[in-house]
T-cell receptor
């Protein structure tokens, strides 16, 4: 069964460093998303992406964040200058945009900012 | 804005007990409703969904019915197993489900033998 994959599974970085989180969505899907979950808290929407542009973003997704689909298969989330409060589990999701209305999630990348 | 409210956990049950996890929502439009499950150390998996009023989603013995009149989507299972121990998230998506998911806080379920 097709699945969303994410790399790395765990990323440790120093405050102020740039990180890139990578995702490979399901191959025929058209809509892509990033969510994050701070430890013990709810899952929060960051950004959605369709047709090579951002379709919606949350207040969390400020100028320090960017997304890209560089090669038609990968979908990346970049944080330019990480802060301590960026420590969280980051989930990528994709959707076919069909009548199933279903978003499929990857296993997540745990980002730890020291 | 749109929101989802779930009953607080943790919920602790004995094996074969009946499970209900309450979920209510606030939405300006006509959302699609979902239950996702997160097993320890894993990502989110779709458990079931419903896209219109009175629809019943079901999977692996879990059920939830989309109740527009009470804006609810309560999760139920008749007989839980130890393997059902996980965190359960209720979520909604506006306008056909292509848009962002808005999650509840999650309810941790622990099932003991």
């Amino acid at each position: 069964e097709p699945e969303v994959t994410q790399t790395p599974s765990h990323q440790v970085t120093q405050m102020g460093q740039e990180v890139i989180l990578r995702c490979v969505p399901i191959s025929n899907h058209l809509y892509f998303y990033w969510y994050r979950q701070i430890l013990g808290q709810k899952v929060e929407f960051l950004v959605s992406f369709y047709n090579n542009e951002i379709s919606e973003k949350s207040e969390i997704f400020d100028d320090q964040f960017s997304v890209e689909r560089p090669d038609g298969s990968n979908f990346t989330l970049k944080i330019r200058s990480t802060k301590l409060e960026d420590s969280a589990m980051y989930f990528c999701a994709s959707s076919a945009g069909d009548q199933s209305y279903t978003q499929y999630f990857g296993p997540g990348t745990r980002l730890t900012v020291l | 804005g749109d929101s989802v409210t779930q009953m607080e956990g943790p919920v602790t049950l004995s094996e074969e007990a009946f499970l209900t996890i309450n979920c209510t929502y606030t939405a300006t439009g006509y959302p699609s409703l979902f239950w996702y499950v997160q097993y320890p150390g894993e990502g989110l998996q779709l458990l079931l969904k419903a896209t219109k009023a009175d629809d019943k989603g079901s999977n692996k013995g879990f059920e939830a019915t989309y109740r527009k009149e009470t804006t609810s989507f309560h999760l139920e299972k008749g007989s839980v197993q130890v393997s059902d121990s996980a965190v359960y998230f209720c979520a909604l998506s506006e306008r056909g489900g292509y848009n962002k998911l808005i999650f509840g806080a999650g309810t941790r379920l622990a099932v003991h033998p």
